[in-house]
């Protein structure tokens, strides 16, 4: 029974993307309350493309877009992850938004999805595409 119950909490995982928005920021106050209740771990997912304008400039153009991503989080973490009493991480991948969520999802086991619905306003596909290749209960925050 306890090692069920052990195996129940390890499974509770939770993937929230965000852009650094305001309204990311609401997803990312669900995913906590979300992560509280089931006890589980919560991964941070910013995701960011590279469009390379002349050689040389993508190796100093990716460290400075996550540099950036990591200030801004750690302004987030501080505010509203740390004193949360959950586990976390925080990842920058290069890519569309629904390829790193596809490819989380792959790769890991993945419980929930939560999203800023602005993330996605871009293209209604992608919602689309990830409802259809991520079996995983997804919330959208408007």
């Not at 209740?37 to 390379?52: A, D, F, S, V």
């Not at 996550?66 to 949360?84: D, M, Y």
Request: glycine share 2%.
């Amino acid at each position: 029974m306890k090692e069920t119950l052990i195996a129940d909490t390890m499974a509770k995982t939770i993937l929230c993307t965000i852009d650094m928005s305001q309204s990311s920021r609401q997803a990312i106050q669900w995913a906590i309350k979300m992560a509280q209740q089931l006890r589980g771990h919560l991964t941070i997912l910013y995701t960011y493309r590279l469009i390379q304008s002349r050689s040389g400039e993508v190796i100093q153009l990716k460290k400075q877009m996550e540099a950036q991503a990591q200030q801004q989080f750690e302004l987030l973490e501080k505010e509203l992850l740390i004193s949360s009493g959950i586990s976390y991480d925080f990842r920058t991948e290069i890519g569309f938004v629904s390829d790193r969520i596809e490819d989380h999802a792959r790769k890991n086991n993945l419980n929930f999805l939560v999203m800023d619905k602005n993330i996605t306003n871009n293209s209604r596909e992608t919602i689309e595409e990830l409802m259809e290749n991520v079996h995983v209960p997804m919330l959208l925050v408007p």
